[in-house]
């Protein structure tokens, strides 16, 4: 159990993670591996299990959006009207759903991962940084091509391990471990285990409502039931209560900041909205939050630093 200083820990990442990094479960990561440094000096991980064996919930979350077929109109309309009555969070989920049911392939799927959704973006992003009109997902666009001619499942899945595991999900682990000094393994990145597991029929990876299906069953020579059958739990913190309890007065400052404002990566009276919105509960923006939090302390920690030594 711990109680990080959410501040002073964000700080502290921005250093270590040298780039722009928005996955907020680095905090924990780092916090684990630093725990495990006062005992080994390396560790295995599970990363790239989740991508070989379809243990994601989103995986399942898709293909029970797809199996609907034809009825996703029918089923985007009746989540859209009730999203617009149910108020909060709940409703702003309902209308995220209508979204997801309304697009194609990628859209479909990336729309229900991606830390920000296009109008989001289009509303929040400054002259700096606006993209060109090629669309939202437009940087995804080689590895949503490597999915073509797939199933549903294997495209989502080709998708993750073209993007999501290289520069999301490694870069973590790598700099997360070693901060601490700490060297991490990923066993299921072995290629003969990404090449058995990626050629099992469905079946074998997901049944029953469930991803890694066979993985839980060589798993069951070795680890009790209440391993194997406990639910899938993320690797995530509260964002929605730091930003209105520890990090507020931090996303508050930084966002009425000159710095802030001139640098023209964010319009900061959207980001106050998206503020503003979340501390009033009409919906959980925690994670873009995170996401703003997340390049502007960099910006500060890697441009206006080096900028300040250059003038000295």
């Known amino acids: 159990m711990v109680e990080p200083d959410a501040v002073d820990l964000l700080q502290q990442l921005v250093w270590y993670l040298d780039e722009p990094f ?62 617009r009555f149910v108020p909060g969070h709940r409703g702003y989920r309902l209308r995220r759903i209508a979204e997801r049911l309304r697009q194609p392939f990628p859209e479909s799927y990336l729309s229900g991962v991606a830390l920000t959704r296009a109008d989001a973006a289009a509303e929040l992003l400054g002259d700096a940084v606006r993209p060109s009109g090629a669309g939202h997902y437009a940087g995804l666009a080689a590895a949503a091509q490597t999915a073509s001619g797939l199933d549903a499942l294997d495209r989502c899945i080709a998708i993750d391990f073209a993007s999501y595991l290289p520069d999301d999900i490694l870069v973590k682990l790598d700099r997360m471990a070693m901060a601490n000094s700490l060297e991490g393994r990923a066993p299921f990145l072995d290629h003969r285990v990404v090449d058995f597991a990626v050629r099992l029929p469905r079946e074998l990876r997901v049944r029953d409502g469930r991803g890694k299906h066979l993985l839980r069953k060589v798993a069951a020579r070795w680890l009790p039931k209440e391993v194997l059958t406990k639910p899938k739990q993320g690797f995530a913190i509260p964002l929605g209560q730091w930003f209105r309890g520890p990090l507020k007065p931090l996303a508050a400052d930084l966002i009425a900041s000159r710095s802030f404002r001139e640098r023209g990566f964010f319009k900061p009276a959207a980001a106050q909205r998206f503020l503003d919105g979340h501390l009033a509960g009409k919906a959980d923006y925690g994670e873009l939050l995170w996401l703003i939090l997340s390049l502007e302390l960099w910006a500060r920690r890697f441009l206006d630093e080096k900028a300040q030594l250059a003038k000295a």
């Open 22 to 83: 928005a996955d907020s479960s680095a905090v924990p990561s780092y916090l684990v591996a630093k725990l495990a440094r006062e005992h080994v000096k390396m560790v295995l991980t599970g990363d790239a299990g989740d991508e070989a064996f379809a243990g994601y919930d989103r995986y399942l979350r898709f293909l029970s959006l797809e199996r609907l077929g034809p009825a996703k109109a029918g089923a985007a309309f009746i989540a859209d009207t009730a999203g």
